[in-house]
């Protein structure tokens, strides 16, 4: 199937820094990617929806001054923790939608990356 | 407001046993539900259904969708210790909005 890949897979940084985290779509083209976080023992929550080539698409709650989404490319998508806190660690997981086929197979779906884990110290 | 319920929160059996796992949801223009496993990363795809009524089979993984009365199951015959996961269910909003439930947390016991 389609693959997603993030980096870093884990960070650790200090209070007040901000943080990079890279999401590429690897065999496809992806016009909408996803963000999402994950608290311990918590389910997946949807920060923002990432357009390429337009603003994203931030959940009620989410500060979009905080999480920084830029989409440059139909591959790649970066978020962005900005002057991070201990409260801001989690895992973070993208996931790019795919609509079309692979090997003959047909997906219309979300693939999601490995995540990302975030510790702020 | 979207809401996803599933349950059990926890369950642990033994490596032979049936499971069925529970996803109930009010959701704004639903379109389909899907299925996801988790262990420790990111989630993998299991099922995604659209229709009422029609069951989905992986091996030993099966899946129906009630749109009328706005829920999933999810069975896992023959359980093995592999099966331990977080299973979580994920209704999507308009085209592609998921939300995710609370998931399931399964262990099976060898």
């Known amino acids: 199937g389609a693959v997603v890949s993030q980096h870093p897979s884990w960070v650790i940084c200090k209070s007040g820094t901000s943080v990079k985290i890279e999401c590429r779509s690897l065999?496809?083209?992806?016009?909408?990617m996803f963000w999402y976080r994950q608290f311990p023992k918590q389910s997946l929550m949807l920060m923002a929806t990432s357009n390429e080539g337009s603003k994203a698409t931030y959940e009620q709650g989410v500060e979009k001054d905080k999480f920084l989404i830029n989409h440059a490319s139909l591959t790649l998508s970066t978020l962005t923790v900005t002057s991070a806190h201990p409260e801001d660690s989690s895992f973070y997981i993208c996931?790019?939608?795919?609509?079309?086929?692979?090997?003959?197979?047909?997906?219309?779906?979300?693939?999601f990356g490995p995540g990302t884990r975030l510790t702020v110290l | 407001e979207d809401k996803v319920v599933q349950s059990p929160l926890s369950l642990v059996v033994h490596e032979g046993d049936t499971v069925t796992l529970n996803c109930s949801y009010e959701?704004?223009?639903?379109?389909?539900l899907l299925w996801y496993k988790q262990e420790k990363k990111a989630p993998t795809f299991l099922f995604m259904l659209?229709?009422?009524?029609i069951e989905k089979k992986s091996g030993r993984l099966s899946s129906i969708l009630d749109k009328k009365e706005l829920f999933s199951i999810l069975n896992i015959t023959a359980t093995q210790t592999g099966d331990s996961a977080v299973y979580l269910c994920a209704p999507t909003s308009g085209t592609y909005k998921y939300i995710f439930g609370t998931g399931t947390r399964l262990k099976v016991l060898a």
């Open positions: 959701v704004t223009n639903f379109r389909s």
């Open positions: 996931s790019a939608r795919f609509s079309g086929s692979i090997h003959k197979r047909s997906y219309n779906e979300q693939f």
């Open positions: 065999d496809f083209q992806a016009t909408t």
């Open positions: 659209t229709s009422s009524g």
